[in-house]
Antibody, heavy 120, light 106 residues
C-alpha cells in the first residue's frame, strides 16, 4: 500500500527558509515522478514543482522559480522541497503527490499535507 | 499557461440526482485531463484519468468524457458521501494547472 507522509511544516517569518520532507513507501520510489501541490487556506489546488523518477529533470511554477528547489533521495525514498525567501502568499498546505509514472501522469496518491505559515 | 474553467462553481443537489460538471481548457490539451474529489479536511483523490479512464476502487457512478478543450465529469445517482469539491487538472503542458473547483452540496 502506498504511503506518503509529509513533515517539516511550520511558522516562518517572511524571507525565511523551510525544508519539507515526504517519506514514501509501498512502491518503487525511483520509478515514479513526484510533485508538490499546495493549497492556500480556503482556496483551490496549485501545482508547485515536479521531479522526474531519477531526479534528472525538475520543473517549477513561475511563482516559486528561483526560490524553491525540489529534490529526492532514492536511498531513503524521500522527496524534499527546499523553500527560501518565503512570502506571505506561500502560506498553504503543501501536498506531496505521486504520479502514475511520468511527469505528465496524474496524481494517484497524495499525502496528508504539511502546513506552512509565513507571517511575522 | 492553460486556464481551466469549471462550471458550476457551486451546486446544491439531492441524492440519486445526476450531476454534470464541465471543465473548459483555454487551449487544446488532447485527453490530458484528470478529475479529483476533495472532501473537507482530506487530501484530493483521483477519480478519472486522461479524460475518461476509470480508476480502480472508484465507484462506477463516476465517469468522464471529452477531449480537446471541453470535458465533463458525470456522477450518476448521487450518494450523500459525494458531497465534496471536484477539481479538474491538466498535465498536457507546463505549468500544470487546476480548475477553480466545483463544490457539491447535498
Amino acid at each position: 500500500e502506498v504511503h506518503l507522509f509529509e513533515s517539516g511544516g511550520g511558522l516562518v517569518q517572511p524571507g525565511g527558509s523551510l525544508r519539507l520532507s515526504c517519506a514514501a513507501s509501498g512502491f518503487t520510489f525511483s520509478s515514479y515522478a513526484m510533485s508538490w501541490v499546495r493549497q492556500a487556506p480556503g482556496k483551490g489546488l496549485e501545482w508547485v514543482s515536479t521531479i522526474s523518477g531519477r531526479g534528472v529533470t525538475t520543473y517549477y511554477a513561475d511563482s516559486v522559480m528561483g526560490r524553491f528547489t525540489i529534490s529526492r533521495d532514492t536511498s531513503n525514498s524521500t522527496l524534499y522541497l527546499h523553500m527560501n525567501s518565503l512570502r506571505g502568499e506561500d502560506t498553504a498546505l503543501y501536498y506531496c503527490a505521486k504520479t502514475g509514472g511520468t511527469t505528465v501522469s496524474p496524481y494517484d496518491h497524495w499525502g496528508q499535507g504539511a502546513l506552512v505559515t509565513v507571517s511575522s | 499557461e492553460i486556464v481551466l474553467t469549471q462550471s458550476p462553481d457551486f451546486q446544491s443537489v439531492t441524492p440519486k440526482e445526476k450531476v454534470t460538471i464541465t471543465c473548459r481548457a483555454s487551449q487544446s490539451i488532447g485527453s490530458s485531463l484528470h478529475w479529483y474529489q476533495q472532501k473537507p479536511d482530506q487530501s484530493p483523490k483521483l477519480l478519472i484519468k486522461f479524460a475518461s479512464q476509470s480508476i480502480s476502487g472508484v465507484p462506477s457512478r463516476f465517469s468522464g468524457g471529452g477531449s480537446g478543450t471541453d470535458f465533463t465529469l458525470i456522477i450518476n445517482s448521487l450518494e450523500p458521501e459525494d458531497a465534496a469539491t471536484y477539481y479538474c487538472h491538466q498535465s498536457s503542458s507546463l505549468p500544470q494547472t487546476f480548475g477553480q473547483g466545483t463544490k457539491l452540496e447535498i
